[in-house]
């Protein structure tokens, strides 16, 4: 995983911790254990009353450990707005009973 990690190198990537949490920034480096260098590091949490909140990070260091397989990709949405948005909670439709 880690030579394929080297196109990401000085771009915007998403980071999907273990425990969930959701790490942007720029990869500015990485080492054979994936433990991974996020430059301008915010996290990105979702509410159902304030919407998408951000935390600013600054460097943030993210050990491999908490990188699960397929954790890691491009961020596709780092330039948009996200204010508005709200997390609603949405029901899984049950199946009718026989």
Known sequence: MTSSLESYMNRMVNVVTGDGRIIIGLLKGFDQLINLVIEDAHE???????????????L??????????????????????FENFKNE???TPRRPTK
């Open 44 to 58: 990105r949490s979702f509410s159902e009353t304030e919407g998408v909140l951000t935390t600013p990070l600054g």
């Open 60 to 81: 943030y260091i993210i050990r491999g450990e908490n990188v699960p397989i397929g954790a890691f990709f491009p961020n596709f949405l780092a330039l948009g707005r």
């Open 89 to 91: 909670c949405v029901q």
